[in-house]
């Protein structure tokens, strides 16, 4: 096996660079050289697989109160808390709002209070629509949640 024109050119010219003169030595200092200390740096691994944190993107379920929440509201608050009702009838003394959904209806009956003018509820029923079985909490609640997301 022959060297080639580039192999035969890279042997020399390093060859020529080991023999060239050195640089001047640097001449001591008067004051002793303090030995270096060494450098020590920690390097984390690389991980081999990408390492994915789950973000905490799921809200904290919301708690909705109960429908005795209702007692004592007046006309304002109910209307705040349902919005305006689907039917509303005055048969004297009680003043009737009916809140429906596909599951069921919910009847609150309001009444004047001898020492104000203010209709306050007073009594609820919730009844389930169609063959529908509905507990009141659940009728309740589902009202709430339509409010809101029409709001």
């Given amino acids: ?53 789950p973000k905490l993107a799921i809200a904290p379920k919301k708690v909705y109160p109960p429908p005795s929440r209702l007692s004592g509201l007046d006309r304002g608050q109910v209307t705040g808390l ?18 429906r959904s596909a599951i069921c209806a919910l009847d609150i009956f309001l009444y004047r209070n001898e020492n104000e003018d203010i209709f ?6 919730a ?5 529908k079985t509905v507990s009141e909490k659940d009728c309740f609640v589902g009202l709430l949640i339509a409010h809101e997301q029409r709001s």
Avoid: S
């Fill in 1 to 53: 096996m022959t060297p080639t024109r580039g192999t035969l050119f890279l042997a020399v010219t390093l060859g020529l660079f080991a023999c060239a003169e050195t640089a001047a030595p640097v001449a001591p200092t008067t004051r002793a050289a303090q030995p270096k200390k060494p450098i020590v740096t920690a390097v984390a691994p690389v991980p081999t697989k990408p390492v994915f944190v």
């Fill in 82 to 99: 349902l919005g305006a009702p689907g039917f509303e009838r005055l048969d004297d003394p009680a003043l009737i709002w009916q809140y």
């Fill in 120 to 125: 306050r509820v007073r009594h609820f029923e």
């Fill in 127 to 131: 009844r389930a629509r169609g063959n």
